[in-house]
């Protein structure tokens, strides 16, 4: 037991680096890296002054030593600016150079700052985590009962018309992926060539304030396909 657990520890975390790096290299690729310093530095700069500013910001080194910093297992990088300045991946504005640490990576809790959203990346995924984790609490309160009901009732009636109707129908919602069943409920429930114009909500203001309007379209969208696949399971289970 024990050799498995490590054996899925190893896997899990050599995928995670492979992952992490892939996306990474993405990136770090070249126009994405002058996109930046273009962003921050003025969209007119010439390419001499993109590659100068991407040396001095830390960009300029190898795509691995610039990854095992962004992980935390290399020391940052730092730079000394024109006027002597000392700046530097782990030196935070007004910090003195010598007083901070070495390694401040993603192993040291230091995710960085998000160029999109302009806040710590840390807040920014456990706020979508957040979300994420009250969607998933109403999925499994639509889909447990119902699907529970649904399986027990095709199996009380094994056989019968009603046994095939259901065992047809959690068919097609499990093999129905998400993203088709999503735009379904778009166009039935907030259309109005349907006339159905009954959830009209953003998922802007489904991350503000999660309502019956603007909650319900991807409650019901992820809760389809698993009510249909525990239904099945359930009346496997009574069969």
Known sequence: MLSFVLRRSVTMLVTALCLT??????????????????????????????????????????????????????????????????????????????????????LQGEWGQSRVFRAEVIDVVARGLGHTAKLM??????????????????????GSRTDRVLSTGAIVTTATPEYVSGVLFIAIFTSSAVGL??????????????????????VLTIALFALGYVARMTRASMA
Request: charge should be negative; charged fraction near 20%.
């Open 21 to 106: 790096f892939i996306v990474f290299w993405l990136t770090n690729l070249a126009p994405n890296l002058e996109k930046i310093a273009k962003t921050e530095a003025g969209s007119r700069i010439s390419d001499e002054e993109v590659a100068s500013w991407l040396e001095k910001n830390g960009f300029g080194g190898p795509l691995l030593g610039r990854y095992g910093q962004w992980l935390g297992v290399l020391p940052g990088w730092t730079a000394v600016d024109d006027n002597g300045t000392v700046r530097g991946r782990c030196i935070g504005r007004g910090e003195d150079p010598a007083l901070a640490e070495r390694y401040c990576g993603v």
């Open 137 to 158: 609490f109403w999925v499994l309160v639509v889909m447990v009962p119902g699907s529970l009901l649904l399986g027990v009732l095709a199996g009380m009636r094994e």
């Open 197 to 218: 114009k009954w959830f009209n909500g953003s998922a802007t203001s489904a991350m503000e304030d999660a309502n019956l309007v603007n909650f319900t379209l991807p």
